[in-house]
C-alpha cells in the first residue's frame, strides 16, 4: 500500500485464454499459441525494435523463466533470453576455469575458428550463425566488466533485507541490478497460485513474498533515481474465479475474464485505476483492456513502434502486440 501511489491498476483486464500454457502464451507473444509458428516473446521483439543499450552483456535476461514463455521464435535464438534459475547463483559458467590460462584459452578458441571457418563456407546455415553468434557474445561477456551485475553480494545488508531472501525477491534485486547496467528487458517469475485447492491459505506466503520484493523494487528503483525511466510490469496468465469453490476447501479456478494488472514507472500515471469489473469481479464492466493491448501498452511506454509490421520467414506480418493498441488514459 506505500507504494500504490506509484502504480496504476489496470483493473479490466480480459483474456481470451484460460488454459496455462495458451494463457502465458498470448501474454508474453500477444498472439494465441499456434503449431505452425512460434511467436517471439515480449523481450524478443523489445530487442528486435530497439535493440540492446549494453552491447557487452545479454539485452533480455529472464529470471526463474521457463524457455518457452522467453525465446526469440522466428527472430531467432540471437533474440532468445539469456536465463538465469536462482538469482542468487547469478549467471552460472561465465567465467573462465582457473585452471585454464587465458593463452591457451584464446589459441583453443582461434582454433575453433579455423576449423569453423570452412564449415561455414560449405554449410552456410542461419541456425548455426546463429549458434556462433551467441558463443561470441558469451565470451565477450565473460571478459566484460558488467558481469558483476549478475553479483547480488555486491549489494548491502541493507539492500538485500529490503527485498528478503526468497527466491522472487532475489530475482527482482537482480533485475535492478541488470536495469542499472543497461539491461533492456527482464523478466522475473513467481509460481504456485494455482488454487485450486485451499486458496486463502496458499496465498499467504506468496502474497507475502510478493508484496516486500515488489516494493522494494519500486523503491528502490526511485531512491536511485530508475524509477522514471523504468517501467514495472505485473502481469499473469489470467485471474482465478469469484466463486468460490467450497467442494476443494475454498479454491478458487482460472477465470480470465476479468483480472488485474499493474504498471508502474515508465512515464505511468501513479495511483490511479483504469477500468472496472462487474460486482461480483465475473467480468469486465467498463474500459475492458485485452492482452495485446496491454502489451502495445507497454511497447507506448518504452518508445517502441507498436503499430509496426514485422515479416515472419514465411513472409506472414505481425506486430508486437498483434491488434491491441495502447491504453493512453494510463500515462501521466
Not at 533474440?79 to 567465467?95: C, T
Not at 486463502?200 to 522514471?228: H, N, P, V, W
Request: some cysteine.
Amino acid at each position: 500500500a506505500a507504494i500504490m501511489d506509484k502504480v496504476t491498476v489496470i483493473n479490466s483486464m480480459n483474456s481470451t485464454q484460460g488454459a496455462h500454457e495458451q494463457g502465458a502464451y498470448i501474454m508474453h507473444t500477444s498472439y494465441a499459441l499456434r503449431g505452425t509458428v512460434k511467436h517471439p516473446a515480449l523481450g524478443a521483439w523489445v530487442l528486435k525494435l530497439g535493440d540492446r543499450l549494453n552491447k557487452d552483456i545479454p539485452g533480455f535476461v529472464a529470471i526463474d523463466t521457463s524457455a518457452d514463455q522467453s525465446g526469440g521464435g522466428f527472430f531467432g535464438a540471437k533474440y532468445s533470453a539469456a536465463p538465469i534459475g536462482n538469482a542468487s547463483e547469478g549467471l552460472q559458467d561465465s567465467k573462465r576455469p582457473g585452471e585454464v590460462p587465458k593463452e591457451d584459452f584464446d589459441r583453443r578458441l582461434s582454433l575453433a575458428d579455423k576449423l569453423n571457418q570452412k564449415f561455414h563456407s560449405k554449410y552456410p546455415n542461419a541456425d548455426v550463425k546463429a549458434y556462433e553468434d551467441l558463443y561470441r557474445e558469451a565470451i565477450r561477456l565473460m571478459n566484460s566488466k558488467d558481469l558483476k551485475a549478475f553479483d547480488l553480494s555486491e549489494d548491502s545488508a541493507a539492500t538485500r533485507s529490503l527485498y528478503g531472501t526468497g527466491r522472487f525477491a532475489q530475482g527482482c534485486m537482480l533485475a535492478r541490478r541488470l536495469i542499472e547496467h543497461d539491461v533492456r528487458f527482464v523478466e522475473v517469475q513467481l509460481g504456485g497460485w494455482d488454487t485450486h485447492y485451499d486458496n486463502f491459505t496458499a496465498i499467504q506466503g506468496r502474497c507475502k513474498e510478493f508484496d516486500q520484493a515488489y516494493s522494494a523494487l519500486i523503491t528502490d528503483l526511485d531512491k536511485r533515481g530508475k524509477l522514471k525511466d523504468t517501467l514495472v510490469v505485473v502481469a499473469t496468465e489470467f485471474g482465478r474465479s469469484p466463486t468460490i469453490n467450497v467442494e476443494h476447501k475454498n479454491g478458487r479456478d482460472h477465470h480470465p475474464n476479468a483480472f488485474s494488472c499493474l504498471l508502474a514507472g515508465g512515464g505511468v500515471k501513479g495511483g490511479y485505476k483504469h477500468g472496472e469489473s462487474d460486482a461480483s469481479g465475473n467480468k469486465v464492466k467498463d474500459k475492458l483492456v485485452t492482452v495485446p493491448d496491454f502489451n502495445a501498452t507497454i511497447a507506448q511506454a518504452l518508445g517502441l513502434p507498436w503499430d509496426k509490421v514485422l515479416m515472419s520467414p514465411s513472409s506472414r506480418p505481425f506486430k508486437i502486440a498483434d491488434k491491441g493498441v495502447p491504453v493512453m488514459d494510463v500515462f501521466a
